[in-house]
């Protein structure tokens, strides 16, 4: 299995993106909007993480049982 790099970088801007935005939201006043960001940012990222560990356990399943 390649290592994504790209997936790493994809996964460290959303989190700068979505830093920043909930500083800006809050410097607003509107902290329930930034939680609400910060929130779906989080599920984001976790669909990502969760479609990579498919790809991983699928690959560890190809290598230990010879399909």
């Known amino acids: ?15 700068i993106i979505i830093a920043m ?12 909007m930034a939680h609400w960001v910060t929130l779906i940012g989080f599920i984001v990222v976790l669909f990502m993480v969760i479609r990579m560990l498919d790809e991983l356990l699928k690959e560890i399943k190809t290598i230990f049982l010879f399909q």
């Open 1 to 15: 299995m390649n290592v994504d790099v790209n997936a790493i970088f994809q996964i460290a801007g959303i989190g």
């Open 21 to 32: 935005i909930h500083t800006v939201l809050k410097q607003m006043g509107k902290e329930d």
